[in-house]
């Protein structure tokens, strides 16, 4: 007999990525197919197996789009062809999700079934704008209803009487359509005109928007502000909020369009800091590493590790790029016993203990010329043997200290930075038209390969403002006559956006 499927019922959670839960990212990443809403924050995929099936079935008006019967075939059909389905659905995927015909269909065709439960917009899109909706002073109960259902007059389900005079929080889902048949049809049935009404956009992504009025003027100010869906209506003396406790919103970097300019890694790192701090982050790849571990000196290197007193690494690119070689040459940690090992700041610290590796000193510094201060301040170098181990772009100042100090340094290359592919047309024309907040270099390379897609002129002559995370990639901009509007006081990613941060909230 054929293997059989089974199917998984996921919430993605109301927008942004992690406020999936562990369960349902956890289903991601083993699915064999996965089957998308529009609604699901599409980064979600980017768990996902590589050889996943990734079938997107938005349910929009007009060409593309999917009728509930074809999506229940498409995850029945996906099921007993024995695969493991994942039909991941915004929000909770029972809430207003047609959860019950999924769920049925696998039901009557054997295929086994599991309902993963999600965060559900209402609940983000309140706690995300800072209204409580069950605040106890004036809350009691909170009723979830569908918007849809105000048009259709004859079948509704919707008893508006009932709805009028809730002593508590009503929360419209698909309501923006019918915002004002729902109004009318509130204070048509008894409910205050001067009841406060929120609207929650874009819930917990940086493009949230929040607006409020009062019943009897909430069509005219949403249409003003022009709210587009997904969006929520609340409605009640909970929806007048407190703006103190606008915590998301409230963040200095909330809404603020960032570009990484780093390689793919750094970026993906940088975006996930960015997204911590309310922020929306563009990934501009200016340079992708690559290895050069397959040289002759890097081998003889190796072979050589034990003759020398110190080695250093100056950053986890480098760390990474060396173990990831180490490895396919059958070797261990071991070869670092009888030898010191110096990094050049915590980060870089804590990727060598990945591999089960302490090292012997970490000065809290960001610059190569400060490591090598420090470390001639802890132990005398003379006639010490020093390997570096780092990028073949970094600059000389740490081997000529080291020189200086009397050691004996020897300077191998583990990789080095190539140009990305990236096309700069469309950030340009993003920075032309102010859509672009700010944009943030972590390393003299970068800077080059951003500069040579977009001219220094087209960044000085728009709003947007440049960070630098510090010396070395400063002078880098200065020299192409970039205008500099930051250089961190402290140079790490966290630095640099605490600076940010600073002059943000001015
Ligand atoms: N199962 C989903 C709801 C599906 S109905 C859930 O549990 O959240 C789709 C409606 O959800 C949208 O019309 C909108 O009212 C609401 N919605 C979903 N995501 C939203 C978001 N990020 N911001 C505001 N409203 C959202």
Known sequence: MAKKGFAYLVGAGPGRADLITLRGAELIRSAECIIVDKLANPALLEMARSDAEIINVPKRIGPGSFTQDQINRILVDKALEGKIVVRLKGGDPCMFGRCTEEAMMLNEAGVGFEIVPGITAAIAAAEYAGIMLTDRRYSSQVAFITGREAEGKEDTNLDWNVLAHFPGTLVFYMGIGTLGLIAENLMANGMPAETPVALVANATFPTQRVVRAPLS????????????????????????????????????????????????????????????????????????????????????????????????????????????????????????????????????????????????????????????????????????????????????????????????????????????????????????????????????????AFFARIPPETVNASQVRVASIGPVSGAELDKLGVRVDLEAPEHTVDGMLDAIEGIEAR
């Open 217 to 448: 003027g909430i069509v005219q100010t949403c249409s003003r502000a022009r709210i587009e869906p997904p969006a929520l209506i609340i409605v009640g003396p909970a929806a007048e909020g407190d703006t103190e406790l606008n915590w998301f919103m409230q963040q200095p970097l909330f809404g603020k369009s960032i570009v990484a300019t780093r390689d793919p890694k750094g970026n993906a790192e940088l975006a996930r800091k960015i997204v911590d701090r309310g922020g929306r982050p563009v990934e501009f790849t200016t340079v992708t590493i690559k290895p050069q571990t397959e040289s002759n000196e890097f081998l003889k290197a190796l072979a050589a590790i034990t003759d020398h007193d110190w080695v250093i690494f100056t950053s986890p690119n480098g760390v990474a790029v060396f173990f990831d070689a180490l490895g396919k040459l059958g070797k261990d940690a071991r070869i670092f016993a009888a030898v010191k090992l110096a990094t050049l700041g915590v980060k870089t610290a804590k990727s060598l203990e990945r591999y089960g590796i302490r090292a012997d000193f970490v000065p809290t510094v960001f610059t190569g010329q400060e490591l090598g201060r420090q470390l001639m301040a802890h132990t005398n170098l003379r006639d010490k043997k020093i390997l570096l181990l780092r990028s073949e772009l970094a600059s000389n100042e740490l081997p000529e200290l080291l020189l200086k100090a009397g050691a004996k340094v020897w300077d191998v290359p583990l990789y080095t930075a190539v140009e990305a592919e990236e096309d700069g047309r469309e950030l340009s024309e993003q920075i032309q038209s102010g859509a672009i907040d700010w944009l943030t270099f972590a390393s003299p390379s970068s800077v080059r």
